[in-house]
Protein backbone atom coordinates (compact mmCIF):
# COMPACT_ATOMS: atom_id res chain seq x y z
CA UNK A 1 0.00 0.00 0.00
CA UNK A 2 1.17 3.07 -0.93
CA UNK A 3 0.73 5.96 1.30
CA UNK A 4 -0.18 9.96 -0.11
CA UNK A 5 1.12 12.68 2.51
CA UNK A 6 -1.61 15.17 1.33
CA UNK A 7 -4.01 12.98 2.27
CA UNK A 8 -2.23 11.83 5.59
CA UNK A 9 -1.58 15.50 6.90
CA UNK A 10 -5.06 16.92 5.81
CA UNK A 11 -6.64 17.78 9.10
CA UNK A 12 -3.10 18.78 10.59
CA UNK A 13 -2.72 21.14 7.32
CA UNK A 14 -6.40 22.98 7.67
CA UNK A 15 -6.19 23.53 11.24
CA UNK A 16 -2.60 25.70 10.99
CA UNK A 17 -4.66 27.62 7.62
CA UNK A 18 -7.82 28.27 10.48
CA UNK A 19 -5.21 30.16 12.87
CA UNK A 20 -5.85 33.98 13.14
CA UNK A 21 -3.11 35.00 12.28
CA UNK A 22 -3.27 33.83 8.90
CA UNK A 23 -6.27 35.85 8.39
CA UNK A 24 -3.76 39.06 8.89
CA UNK A 25 -1.42 37.88 6.86
CA UNK A 26 -3.83 37.66 4.10
CA UNK A 27 -5.96 40.36 4.91
CA UNK A 28 -2.87 42.96 2.97
CA UNK A 29 -3.35 45.32 5.95
CA UNK A 30 -1.03 43.72 8.27
CA UNK A 31 1.76 46.39 9.58
CA UNK A 32 4.86 45.84 8.09
CA UNK A 33 6.78 45.87 11.78
CA UNK A 34 4.42 42.61 13.16
CA UNK A 35 5.33 40.85 9.83
CA UNK A 36 9.23 42.14 10.60
CA UNK A 37 9.04 39.97 13.75
CA UNK A 38 7.35 37.27 11.89
CA UNK A 39 9.86 36.76 9.26
CA UNK A 40 11.92 37.09 12.13
CA UNK A 41 11.30 33.80 14.22
CA UNK A 42 10.40 32.10 10.41
CA UNK A 43 14.35 33.02 9.79
CA UNK A 44 15.65 30.86 12.92
CA UNK A 45 13.62 27.97 11.74
CA UNK A 46 14.51 27.99 8.32
CA UNK A 47 18.06 29.06 8.65
CA UNK A 48 18.65 25.89 10.98
CA UNK A 49 16.68 23.38 8.91
CA UNK A 50 18.63 24.58 5.84
CA UNK A 51 21.83 24.29 7.06
CA UNK A 52 21.54 20.32 8.23
CA UNK A 53 19.52 20.21 4.64
CA UNK A 54 22.56 21.42 2.78
CA UNK A 55 24.30 19.02 4.77
CA UNK A 56 22.38 16.04 4.20
CA UNK A 57 22.81 16.92 0.64
CA UNK A 58 18.31 17.20 0.52
CA UNK A 59 18.70 20.54 -2.10
CA UNK A 60 20.79 18.78 -4.16
CA UNK A 61 17.58 18.38 -6.80
CA UNK A 62 16.14 21.81 -5.97
CA UNK A 63 19.16 24.34 -5.43
CA UNK A 64 16.90 27.33 -5.45
CA UNK A 65 14.95 25.90 -2.96
CA UNK A 66 16.22 27.51 0.00
CA UNK A 67 14.14 30.75 1.93
CA UNK A 68 16.78 32.02 4.93
CA UNK A 69 18.53 34.60 2.71
CA UNK A 70 15.64 35.98 0.96
CA UNK A 71 13.82 36.04 4.45
CA UNK A 72 16.70 37.98 5.87
CA UNK A 73 16.11 40.52 3.14
CA UNK A 74 13.00 40.69 3.61
CA UNK A 75 13.20 41.18 7.44
CA UNK A 76 16.08 43.98 6.86
CA UNK A 77 13.69 45.85 4.61
CA UNK A 78 10.92 46.15 6.88
CA UNK A 79 12.53 46.21 10.90
CA UNK A 80 13.38 49.42 11.85
CA UNK A 81 15.94 48.86 13.85
CA UNK A 82 18.80 45.87 13.36
CA UNK A 83 20.76 46.21 16.04
CA UNK A 84 17.99 45.60 17.98
CA UNK A 85 15.82 42.67 16.82
CA UNK A 86 12.38 41.33 17.63
CA UNK A 87 11.44 38.97 20.15
CA UNK A 88 11.93 35.04 19.10
CA UNK A 89 8.86 33.41 20.63
CA UNK A 90 8.72 30.29 22.56
CA UNK A 91 7.52 27.86 19.88
CA UNK A 92 10.39 29.40 17.60
CA UNK A 93 13.26 28.52 20.15
CA UNK A 94 11.39 24.96 20.94
CA UNK A 95 11.78 24.21 16.86
CA UNK A 96 15.11 25.24 17.14
CA UNK A 97 16.07 22.84 19.65
CA UNK A 98 13.84 20.13 17.69
CA UNK A 99 16.00 20.66 14.50
CA UNK A 100 19.42 20.42 16.16
CA UNK A 101 18.29 17.12 17.57
CA UNK A 102 17.22 15.48 14.26
CA UNK A 103 19.89 16.90 12.06
CA UNK A 104 21.63 13.72 10.84
CA UNK A 105 18.25 12.05 10.01
CA UNK A 106 17.54 12.75 6.44
CA UNK A 107 14.25 11.84 5.97
CA UNK A 108 13.00 13.64 9.48
CA UNK A 109 14.60 16.64 8.14
CA UNK A 110 12.71 16.31 4.62
CA UNK A 111 9.38 15.99 6.68
CA UNK A 112 9.63 19.60 7.80
CA UNK A 113 11.13 20.82 4.08
CA UNK A 114 7.66 19.66 2.85
CA UNK A 115 5.88 21.39 5.41
CA UNK A 116 7.66 24.90 4.91
CA UNK A 117 8.83 25.10 1.69
CA UNK A 118 6.05 23.34 -0.27
CA UNK A 119 3.98 25.43 1.60
CA UNK A 120 5.34 28.48 0.64
CA UNK A 121 5.56 27.03 -3.31
CA UNK A 122 1.68 26.92 -2.82
CA UNK A 123 0.06 29.19 -0.42
CA UNK A 124 2.95 31.53 0.19
CA UNK A 125 1.96 32.17 -3.83
CA UNK A 126 -1.20 33.84 -2.26
CA UNK A 127 0.32 35.44 0.58
CA UNK A 128 3.20 36.93 -1.27
CA UNK A 129 0.26 39.18 -3.21
CA UNK A 130 -0.66 40.57 0.62
CA UNK A 131 2.38 41.11 2.75
CA UNK A 132 4.63 44.30 2.42
CA UNK A 133 7.40 42.72 1.10
CA UNK A 134 7.88 39.36 -1.22
CA UNK A 135 11.52 37.60 -1.60
CA UNK A 136 10.43 34.96 0.75
CA UNK A 137 8.06 33.51 -1.74
CA UNK A 138 9.95 34.48 -5.13
CA UNK A 139 11.42 31.33 -6.70
CA UNK A 140 12.20 32.97 -10.07
CA UNK A 141 9.88 30.91 -12.12
CA UNK A 142 10.72 27.41 -10.90
CA UNK A 143 8.27 26.77 -8.31
CA UNK A 144 6.22 24.19 -10.36
CA UNK A 145 9.51 22.52 -10.92
CA UNK A 146 10.13 22.10 -7.17
CA UNK A 147 6.80 21.66 -5.83
CA UNK A 148 6.91 18.31 -8.35
CA UNK A 149 10.05 17.26 -7.07
CA UNK A 150 9.52 18.07 -3.22
CA UNK A 151 5.91 15.92 -3.59
CA UNK A 152 8.35 13.11 -5.21
CA UNK A 153 10.74 13.37 -2.41
CA UNK A 154 8.75 13.37 0.45
CA UNK A 155 6.37 10.53 -0.82
CA UNK A 156 9.65 8.42 -1.37
CA UNK A 157 10.49 9.04 2.15
CA UNK A 158 7.33 8.53 3.63
CA UNK A 159 6.61 5.21 2.16
CA UNK A 160 10.28 4.09 3.34
CA UNK A 161 10.03 5.58 6.96
CA UNK A 162 6.21 6.19 7.84
CA UNK A 163 6.65 6.59 11.26
CA UNK A 164 9.68 8.99 11.32
CA UNK A 165 8.51 11.23 8.50
CA UNK A 166 4.79 11.72 10.26
CA UNK A 167 5.74 12.05 13.60
CA UNK A 168 8.39 15.50 12.10
CA UNK A 169 5.21 16.76 9.39
CA UNK A 170 2.72 16.20 12.25
CA UNK A 171 5.36 18.58 15.06
CA UNK A 172 6.05 21.32 11.66
CA UNK A 173 2.59 21.85 11.73
CA UNK A 174 1.97 22.15 15.08
CA UNK A 175 4.83 24.01 15.47
CA UNK A 176 3.50 26.92 12.82
CA UNK A 177 0.36 26.53 14.29
CA UNK A 178 1.89 27.86 17.57
CA UNK A 179 3.86 30.33 16.10
CA UNK A 180 0.53 31.52 14.20
CA UNK A 181 -1.05 31.82 18.20
CA UNK A 182 1.91 33.67 19.61
CA UNK A 183 1.94 35.87 16.70
CA UNK A 184 -1.98 36.62 16.88
CA UNK A 185 -1.15 37.87 20.58
CA UNK A 186 1.95 39.95 20.07
CA UNK A 187 -0.41 41.49 16.98
CA UNK A 188 -3.38 42.39 18.91
CA UNK A 189 -2.52 45.86 19.99
CA UNK A 190 -1.73 46.94 16.28
CA UNK A 191 -2.71 44.39 13.89
CA UNK A 192 -4.14 46.50 10.88
CA UNK A 193 -2.79 49.76 9.04
CA UNK A 194 -6.30 51.77 9.09
CA UNK A 195 -7.18 50.75 12.84
CA UNK A 196 -7.35 54.45 14.80
CA UNK A 197 -5.54 54.26 18.12
CA UNK A 198 -6.85 56.54 20.85
CA UNK A 199 -3.29 57.59 22.47
CA UNK A 200 -4.62 58.61 25.84
CA UNK A 201 -5.76 54.47 25.85
CA UNK A 202 -3.18 53.37 24.02
CA UNK A 203 -1.76 49.98 26.58
CA UNK A 204 1.79 51.26 26.53
CA UNK A 205 2.85 47.98 28.92
CA UNK A 206 1.73 45.38 26.18
CA UNK A 207 2.89 46.88 23.18
CA UNK A 208 4.89 44.41 21.08
CA UNK A 209 7.33 47.04 19.99
CA UNK A 210 8.04 48.61 23.25
CA UNK A 211 11.44 49.36 23.49
CA UNK A 212 12.34 49.45 19.89
CA UNK A 213 12.52 52.69 17.42
CA UNK A 214 8.86 52.32 16.27
CA UNK A 215 7.21 51.64 20.26
CA UNK A 216 4.24 54.05 20.22
CA UNK A 217 3.53 54.66 16.45
CA UNK A 218 0.73 53.77 14.39
Same mark, same amino acid.
Given at each position: ???? !?KE?? &??????AERQEFVKTLMSGTI??????IYLYNQLQCYSVLERYGMANDLFRQTPGLQRAENIHKDYEKLWPDLSSPPQITA %???RYVEHIESIQDDPEKLYGHIYVRHLGDLSGG?? !?SKKVPAKRFYDFLGKGQEYKRIVKEIINEYLNTYQINVMAEVTYCFESAT??????N? !??KPLVLTNEVFDEDNRDTENDPF &??? %?IEGKD
Amino acid at each position: MAYD !IKELT &KEIHQNAERQEFVKTLMSGTIRPELYAIYLYNQLQCYSVLERYGMANDLFRQTPGLQRAENIHKDYEKLWPDLSSPPQITA %STKRYVEHIESIQDDPEKLYGHIYVRHLGDLSGGQM !ISKKVPAKRFYDFLGKGQEYKRIVKEIINEYLNTYQINVMAEVTYCFESATNLFKEMNE !IGKPLVLTNEVFDEDNRDTENDPF &KGT %SIEGKD
